[in-house]
């Protein structure tokens, strides 16, 4: 095989590898029920006048599955803390008792698990598109190599579309057993 085509095989593979672990980490921001101091990874805090993550103000964990423990370093950042998980629109209630915040995560209604499951296709949906974005960057820097012959080119696309084609798989794969999780009651 020739090593420019290797080298794009390879390239292109590593495109859906970032694919994958993009649709992952999307996956464990989608909570199906049960508390996930990853619930809380994307709430920025007010830190003396800059927008600082959560988990660089505080210790964030869950003492059960359906409690989440927000601990501040300086007590002073409790308001802060509280308010901008209420800002954050992931529909939780904080209640501080002086020392810490504390949210209690309530079990999904039936509404509420659809549309988290309509969520984990659009997030897979995403991800099947940047892998055929791939394959289609692959297909084309194959075309464009003048010293390699049409067969190697054809056989090289017919690789691509095997890749496109196991990843597209996996990540189905990976929905359904999301989608499971979500509706499990």
Not at 23 to 30: H, M, P, Q
Not at 158 to 179: C, G, H, M, P, W
Request: aromatic share 4%; no cysteine.
């Amino acid at each position: 095989m020739n090593e420019d085509i290797k080298f794009i095989l390879d390239a292109s593979k590593e495109s859906m590898d970032h694919a994958m672990m993009h649709l992952d980490k999307a996956f464990i921001k989608i909570r199906a029920g049960k508390a996930s101091p990853v619930m809380l990874s994307n709430v920025m805090v007010d830190y003396y006048g800059s927008q600082t993550p959560l988990s660089q103000v505080a210790n964030v964990n869950t003492p059960d599955a359906r409690t989440i423990a927000v601990q501040p370093w300086e007590k002073s950042m409790i308001q802060e803390i509280e308010k901008a998980i209420m800002n954050s629109n992931l529909g939780f209630n904080p209640m501080n008792n002086g020392e810490m915040v504390i949210i209690n995560v309530p079990p999904l209604t039936e509404e509420r698990r659809i549309e988290l499951v309509k969520q984990a296709k659009a997030e897979s949906e995403d991800a099947k598109v940047s892998v055929r974005n791939a394959r289609q960057d692959a297909n084309k820097e194959i075309r464009t190599l003048d010293d390699v012959s049409e067969d190697l080119q054809k056989n090289a696309e017919f690789d691509i579309q095997n890749l496109t084609d196991a990843y597209i798989k996996r990540i189905d794969s990976v929905l359904d057993v999301k989608e499971v999780e979500i509706m499990k009651v």
